[in-house]
Nanobody, 124 residues
């Protein structure tokens, strides 16, 4: 069993930067693919960024060039660096783990473990 805890969400102004953290416990996440999803009010949960166990990254078109996903060498944490934030980035951000290490899975139902989410609000 893996427990994921996100932190770092807060209120910021457009153009600001923010770094979200996801700390894993219970089991190593080194063999898992990790992802950040977000869900805005009235919208479906969407994949924002993904990183395989080998470190290959994938991003949603809406965040390419602005967001960076990374995982630490000890494989106990995953981060999302968010730059040039926009009001449309406002959402609850979730960290998720996929037991299939190599695939880029956009379907949130296929992820085995989830954090509780952290709110990011970007004001114009």
């Amino acid at each position: 069993q893996v427990q994921l805890v996100e932190s770092g969400g807060t209120w910021v102004q457009a153009g600001d930067s923010l770094r979200l953290s996801c700390i894993a416990s219970g089991r190593s996440i080194s063999a898992y693919a990790m992802a950040w999803f977000r869900q805005a009010p009235g919208k479906e949960r969407e994949l924002v960024a993904h990183i395989t166990s080998g470190g290959a990254t994938t991003y949603a078109d809406s965040v390419k060039g602005r967001f960076t996903i990374s995982r630490d060498n000890a494989n106990i944490a995953v981060y999302l660096q968010m730059n040039s934030l926009k009001p449309e980035d406002t959402a609850v951000y979730y960290c998720a783990a996929d037991v299939v290490a190599w695939r880029v899975q956009t379907n949130s139902n296929m992820y085995a473990y989830w954090g509780q989410g952290t709110q990011v609000t970007v004001s114009s």
